[in-house]
């Protein structure tokens, strides 16, 4: 299985800073046949179910707001709130569809206002 | 607008059965893949069963492989879950997801979820 690792486990950050979450697998998630890193992030607030964030990586959902970015490849990911808002206080999980269908999320890191 | 409900979870005691299920709207339920994923009280997502938009292929987390029995109904426009052998490690929030291939080829994400059903195992 592969297995992914999220840091911090929490981060607290002032409103209008930078969030940063790193998200790291235990194998490489890029496909080489199409050059796609199938790694993909989620926003999960209290009380809600999770919320697709961004796909491949680095392509945001549509309706995600710009603050909200992705980027990495091969096992080293990152989640970045570019100015963090009340309303993106949520855990984040990153998960990996390289092996798909038996897919794998990270442990989550939860997001606080400082 | 595009819906997934899940109904049926509940309290049971440890070695006995549920059944879950979940109703799809708003989109056409027969050509999309579909999951089961898990919460456990207070921790992460834990992914439990996929099933392919005609229900021929399945593949199941380990933790439940052979307990649990992932179905669906393309004129009911329903997924199911049927759970046996229940154990208290099997408490959670579970969820029916959509599978999104966004033209990749390959299964990229969830991109529609259920509101959850809640599984409480206890004697």
């Known amino acids: 299985d592969i297995v992914m690792t999220q840091s911090p486990d929490s981060l607290a950050v002032s409103l209008g800073e930078r969030a940063t979450i790193n998200c790291k697998s235990s194998?490489?998630?890029?496909?080489?046949?199409?050059?796609?890193?199938?790694l993909t992030w989620y926003q999960q607030k209290p009380g809600q179910p999770p919320k697709l964030l961004i796909y491949w990586a680095s392509t945001r959902e549509s309706g995600v707001p710009d603050r909200f970015s992705g980027s990495g490849s091969g096992t080293d990911f990152t989640l970045t709130i570019s100015s963090l808002q009340a309303e993106d206080v949520a855990v984040y999980y990153c998960?990996?569809?390289?092996?798909?269908?038996?897919?794998?999320f990270g442990g989550g890191t939860k997001v606080e206002i400082k | 607008e595009v819906h997934l409900v899940e109904s049926g979870g509940g309290l049971v005691q440890p070695g006995g059965s549920l059944r879950l299920s979940c109703a799809a709207s708003g989109f056409t339920f027969s050509t999309y893949e579909m999951n089961w994923v898990r919460q456990a009280p207070g921790k992460g997502l834990e992914w439990v069963s996929d099933i392919n938009n005609s229900g021929n292929t399945i593949y199941y987390a380990d933790s439940v492989k052979g307990r649990f029995t992932i179905s669906r109904d393309n004129a009911k426009n329903s997924l199911y879950l049927q759970m046996n052998s229940l154990r208290a490690e099997d408490t959670a929030v579970y969820y029916c997801a959509r599978i999104r291939w966004y033209g990749s080829g390959r299964a990229s994400g969830m991109d529609v979820w259920g509101q959850g059903t809640t599984v409480t195992v206890s004697s």
């Open positions: 194998q490489s998630v890029l496909y080489s046949s199409n050059n796609k890193n199938y």
């Open positions: 998960q990996q569809y390289y092996s798909t269908p038996l897919v794998t």
